[in-house]
């Protein structure tokens, strides 16, 4: 006996795009999660008074470092993309709290 899955999609293109969206999802976890880290950095920045800007603004230039250069070693778009917006956001909002 078939299974009824089976006979309504024998080459079972179904399971194809549900592999890929979990796969997306995973991947731009890792872009929330190095949105995560900066809000800690800010947290900490912002505790630190007025002191505490510049040694942020290191941290977010070697976060964005690591990220593009893992992004490079591993071939992956998304941890690239993490460091772009590690970098775009940190420094607007180190000028906006500044």
């Known amino acids: ?23 997306t999802s995973g991947k731009m976890a890792l872009v929330g999660a190095n949105l995560l880290f900066m ?31 893992v992004g490079i070693v591993r071939d992956s778009k998304f941890w690239i993309l993490g460091g772009l917006l590690v970098l775009i956001i940190g420094f607007a909002t180190c000028v906006s709290m500044g």
Do not use: N, T, W
């Not at 309504?8 to 979990?22: F, I, M």
């Not at 800010?42 to 630190?48: E, I, P, Q, T």
């Open 1 to 23: 006996m078939e299974d009824d899955s089976q006979k309504d999609d024998p080459a079972g293109k179904e399971d194809k795009p549900e592999k890929s969206k979990s796969g």
């Open 39 to 69: 809000v800690f950095y800010f947290v900490l920045a912002r505790s630190a008074g007025p002191q505490g800007f510049m040694p942020l603004s290191f941290i977010i230039v070697f976060h964005f470092i690591l990220c593009v250069s």
